[in-house]
C-alpha cells in the first residue's frame, strides 16, 4: 500500500522509505506494522528490550533486531523510525533525541496505524476487555467471507501472525486505548467490546476513560457504524450525541452459540462480531459457521500440552479482575469443579499501579481457583515504590479464599513445582498425578515461562 507519511518532520513520502527500524519491535502490535513493512520490500531492522517469542518469529523472518535498546542501534541509513509510545517513559533520553531528529521521518506506532487507516474503510475494535478475540473473529469473517482484509492484531492468529496483508480496502485493527493512542486511527466501524476501570496509572478515574471513548465515537462518519452494546450504563454516556448509527451487538447474542473457546465473554465477542460482519454485508449464518470453528487467539485459553504427569497446562493473557473471573468461569465451564476438576492458578500481576489501585477486585477474582500461586509483579514501564507486591496480593487473596501463595523470584516458583503427590501452596509440590488437575499460567507478563520450564521437566 501507499503510505503518506507526509506528517513526518521532513516530509518523507513512502516512495522514499526503504529502511525502516522499529523501537520496541517485540510488542505485539508494533511487530505486525514491521511484518507489513518487511512484506513491502523495506529493508526492516529494529531493537528491543529482550529476546522473547515475537522477536524470534521476527528473526526467523530475516529481520536484523539488536537486544538491549540505545540511540545507537538506529541504523544510519534509516528513513523511518517506528517506536513504541512506552519508550517516552522508560527511556526517556532515547525519546528525546529521537525526537531531535529532523532528518528522518519519526513515528510512534498508534500513529503508524492513523497512517494506515487513513486510506482504507476501517473497522476498529476497541473496550477494555474482549477486543483481541473479537478482532481475531471478525477478520476470520471477512477472510472466510472473500473480503480480504488487511488485518493487525494484539496476539497472534492461526499461522502464528499478527498481520494480513489482504488486497482489498478494509481494515481490521485492535485500538487500545492506553494514552488515548486509539485516537489516531480513523475508523468507519468501531466496536467497543465492554469499559471497565483499566490504564489508571495514566486515566484519573472512570469519567477520564469514558471522555477518551467518547472521542472515538465521535470520530466515526455519520455513514459509519458504532457497535456496542448501548444498556450499558458506561457506554450509553459515551454515544451520546454521535453521528453514526449505532447497532447493539445484543441482538446478535445467542448463549447456545457453539464455540470451541469457552465462557460467556467469548459469546458476546461472538455477538460483537456477527454484528460487524453484518456491516459488511455477510449473513449472519455464514458468520456463525466461521465462528463455531475459530481456534481463538496466542495466550487467550491457549492449551499448551500436557504433562507427563496427566496435569493439562494453559496459558491465558488476562490481567485485570474482570478478565481473571471471565477466563476462570470459562474453565469452569470445560472443567466443573463437581466433576472433580482443580484449577491452579500461576498468576503474574502486570504493574505496580494496576494491581495497587484495583488490589480489592484482584483479591476477589480467584475464586474459581483451587490454588494460585502468585509470581512477583511485572514492572514493565513501571519503578517498584515499595507500596506493593505480589506478597500483598496473595494476602488479600487469602482473606477471600485462602488459596493463594507468593514468589520472591520465579527460581523459588519452579522449584515448588517439583512433581510431587503434593498440592504448590500446601507442601510445595505439583497437584497429585491424574486427569483431573489443569495448571492455568496467567497474565500479560513473562508467566508463561513457568510453562516453558514444566513443559521441559
Not at 232 to 240: A, H, M
Amino acid at each position: 500500500m501507499d503510505l503518506d507519511l507526509s506528517l513526518g518532520r521532513s516530509h518523507t513520502n513512502e516512495a522514499k522509505i526503504k529502511n525502516v527500524h522499529f523501537i520496541g519491535i517485540g510488542g505485539i502490535g508494533i511487530s505486525a506494522v514491521a511484518r507489513m513493512m518487511l512484506e513491502e520490500g523495506k529493508n526492516v531492522t529494529g531493537q528491543d528490550m529482550q529476546d522473547g517469542e515475537i522477536v524470534n518469529e521476527l528473526r526467523l523472518l530475516g529481520i536484523d533486531i539488536k537486544i538491549r535498546q540505545s540511540y545507537e542501534n538506529i541504523p544510519k541509513d534509516t528513513d523511518l523510525v517506528v517506536y513504541t509510545i512506552a519508550i517516552e517513559y522508560y527511556d526517556p533520553e532515547l525519546f528525546k533525541k529521537l525526537k531531535e531528529r529532523n532528518d528522518i521521518a519519526i513515528k510512534s506506532y498508534p500513529e503508524m496505524l492513523g497512517v494506515i487507516s487513513k486510506d482504507k474503510y476501517t473497522i476498529a475494535i476497541c473496550g477494555t476487555h474482549g477486543k483481541t478475540t473479537t478482532t481475531g473473529m471478525i477478520s476470520q469473517i471477512l477472510i472466510d467471507g472473500g473480503k480480504d482484509p488487511m488485518v493487525i492484531v494484539g496476539s497472534l492468529l492461526k499461522g502464528k501472525t499478527n498481520f494480513i496483508a489482504g488486497k482489498s480496502d478494509l481494515f481490521v485493527v485492535e485500538a487500545c486505548e492506553y494514552r488515548r493512542s486509539f485516537l489516531n486511527i480513523n475508523p468507519n466501524v468501531l466496536v467497543i467490546t465492554n469499559i471497565d476501570e483499566d490504564h489508571l496509572d495514566y486515566y484519573k478515574d472512570i469519567e477520564d476513560i469514558k471522555n477518551a471513548f467518547h472521542e472515538m465515537v465521535m470520530k466515526v462518519p455519520e455513514d459509519g457504524y458504532v457497535i456496542c452494546n448501548p444498556d450499558d450504563e458506561n457506554i450509553s454516556d459515551v454515544i451520546k450525541g454521535i453521528k453514526a448509527k449505532v447497532i447493539n451487538w445484543q441482538d446478535y447474542f445467542d448463549a447456545g452459540l457453539k464455540l470451541k473457546i469457552p465462557g460467556i465473554h467469548n459469546k458476546k465477542d461472538a455477538a460483537a462480531a456477527m454484528a460487524a460482519a453484518a456491516t459488511l454485508g455477510i449473513s449472519q449464518s455464514s458468520a456463525r459457521g466461521v465462528l463455531a470453528e475459530f481456534p481463538g487467539t496466542w495466550k487467550r485459553f491457549e492449551f499448551r500440552g500436557k504433562l507427563s504427569n496427566g496435569i493439562l497446562l494453559y496459558d491465558d493473557y488476562a490481567h485485570h479482575p474482570t478478565e481473571i473471573m471471565a477466563t476462570l468461569e470459562g474453565f469452569r465451564e470445560l472443567y466443573p469443579k463437581t466433576d472433580g476438576w482443580k484449577i491452579t492458578v500461576i498468576f503474574q500481576p502486570h504493574l505496580f499501579s494496576r494491581t495497587k489501585l484495583l488490589l480489592d477486585d484482584f483479591a476477589k477474582s480467584f475464586s474459581d481457583a483451587d490454588e494460585v500461586l502468585v509470581l512477583p509483579i511485572y514492572y514493565a514501564r513501571e519503578v517498584d515504590d515499595g507500596t506493593i507486591s505480589s506478597e500483598i496480593l496473595a494476602g488479600e487473596i487469602n482473606k477471600h479464599t485462602n488459596n493463594a501463595k507468593s514468589f520472591s523470584d520465579f527460581n523459588e516458583a519452579e522449584k515448588s513445582l517439583e512433581v510431587g503427590p503434593a498440592s504448590p501452596t500446601s507442601q510445595g509440590g505439583l497437584p497429585e498425578m491424574g486427569d483431573k488437575n489443569i495448571i492455568v499460567t496467567m497474565g500479560a507478563g513473562e508467566a508463561s515461562k513457568i510453562g516453558d520450564f514444566l513443559l521441559k521437566k
